[in-house]
């Protein structure tokens, strides 16, 4: 049960770090957002006041109800679209950063794109992009998944959403992709950078990108105008009447995100294989003794419990999508504590995933705790794992990753046992998603079948 916020006394503030004069904690945030936040959460504890300078004021959630008023029961009362500048800048007004109604009215025009049926569909296209790929592969070589993964995932979400073959062009959409993501607008004291728009600047190679990237999705909306294709997202939405500006920012948002996470979900998926052996064997037994010598196929998802236990554990201790951000719109109480309207709170994947109150041995990789309870796994509490969020919200191309994602790690692990090349060192990228920087490179060693 919720307290309202008039029950709240206006002056009773959650706890927090004080932060230097004009900048907050601002500073420590973007050097190393995830310690930070974990850090936060273990010394604040549940609700904690983030001062971020200029009277601005997060306020970060670590308690299961809290995500899930944010999320589901209050979920009306916060709004997206200023939560996150840098993602709007390049994706203008796409379903992750509409608001309301128009959130309502876009979505349902693209949810048939996303019907069970339809997701099914796309698995022909899913295993002809990693068949592709597995012929591409020399045995004994190395590659780096993170790049490997992005090029597949970026060529299958283009010809599921958009009838689009990139199997020759994927590795320039894949680079483009990667200069507008890791691009910050901000410096680390929080200083908006210039803005030079020349050839060796990082706003100058991020504006070219996006342009690159623009004049493609331009080019197949025309098309669509002249002939629709059925099932197709970009002619659903020149079919609803949208603009072309309008039908630009959805598709590049279905673009972007459909690749995107499920790509470094990938890569964080085949770096713990490689790294936990005695994890992974049930996984590769289960594949030999389920298929034999065939190559998965959809049908067989249902009779894998072993490898969606992998996916699900992977996912828990790399969450592509590593926090959520809202911005209140009234007054609000979250638990004893009243957030004003306006200010903006967060809830963290990556910190909710790896507190120890809700995941014992919260840092060991342990598919086994997803078991049924009875043959003992763990309770799991609504709200301590939301990789793909929740509520009206929650990823509407959950479905989608979630059936791209066993099905390539199966189809790879049929052919292949990766294996982590010596004296790598992990390094995670947090930004608009959470993706390995370095620390996947993998040598391509042949499954014996």
């Not at 007004?93 to 109604?101: P, T």
């Not at 669509?224 to 020149?238: C, Y």
């Not at 969450?319 to 200010?343: E, H, K, Q, T």
């Not at 390995?436 to 040598?443: A, C, D, Q, S």
Request: net charge positive.
């Amino acid at each position: 049960m919720y307290v309202r916020a008039e029950e709240i006394d206006s002056q009773r503030q959650a706890p927090g770090p004080r932060g230097w004069p004009f900048v907050g904690v601002g500073p420590a945030y973007r050097v190393d957002p995830l310690s930070f936040l974990t850090r936060m959460q273990q010394q604040f504890g549940d609700i904690v006041t983030l001062p971020m300078g200029s009277r601005r004021r997060l306020f970060l959630l670590s308690d299961p109800a809290y995500v899930e008023q944010l999320l589901v029961a209050h979920a009306s009362n916060y709004h997206s679209r200023d939560i996150n500048r840098s993602a709007m800048e390049f994706l203008g007004d796409g379903l992750l950063n509409i608001d309301g109604e128009t959130h309502r009215h876009d979505r349902a025009l693209v949810q048939p794109s996303f019907s069970r049926r339809q997701v099914e569909s796309y698995a022909a296209i899913m295993l002809d992009h990693t068949d592709t790929m597995l012929h591409r592969w020399k045995p004994n070589t190395e590659v780096s998944f993170r790049h490997e993964m992005q090029r597949l995932t970026l060529g299958i979400a283009a010809q599921a959403f958009f009838g689009l073959d990139l199997r020759h062009e994927s590795a320039a959409f894949g680079d483009a992709f990667s200069r507008i993501i890791r691009y910050r607008p901000l410096t680390v004291i929080g200083v908006p950078r210039p803005k030079w728009d020349l050839p060796i600047t990082a706003y100058g190679q991020m504006q070219r990108a996006r342009a690159f990237l623009d004049e493609q999705i331009y080019a197949r909306i025309t098309q669509r105008r002249q002939q629709a294709i059925p099932g197709d997202i970009i002619s659903s939405l020149v079919q609803a009447g949208m603009r072309d500006e309008q039908v630009r920012d959805h598709a590049m948002t279905f673009l972007a995100a459909g690749h995107e996470t499920t790509a470094n979900a990938l890569a964080f998926a085949f770096y713990l294989f490689s790294t936990h052996a005695s994890a992974s064997t049930p996984l590769l037994q289960e594949l030999a003794a389920e298929l034999g010598n065939r190559d998965v196929v959809l049908d067989d998802l249902p009779r894998l419990p072993a490898l969606d236990r992998f996916t699900r554990e992977s996912l828990r201790l790399y969450p592509p999508a590593w926090i959520i951000g809202r911005r209140a719109v009234a007054d609000d109480a979250i638990g004893n504590f009243r957030l004003p309207a306006r200010s903006f709170a967060i809830a963290s994947q990556w910190v909710m995933h790896r507190m120890p109150r809700y995941w014992p041995d919260p840092l060991a990789f342990r598919p086994d705790r997803w078991l049924p309870h009875e043959q003992g796994g763990q309770n799991i509490i609504p709200y301590t794992y939301f990789p793909f969020g929740g509520g009206p919200r929650t990823c509407i191309g959950m479905p989608f990753a979630q059936q791209e994602l066993r099905l390539i790690l199966a189809r790879i692990l049929q052919h292949y046992v990766p294996e982590l090349v010596p004296g790598q060192r992990l390094v995670l990228e947090p930004h608009i998603t959470l993706r390995p920087l370095r620390g996947t490179r993998m040598r391509l060693v042949p499954r014996l079948r």
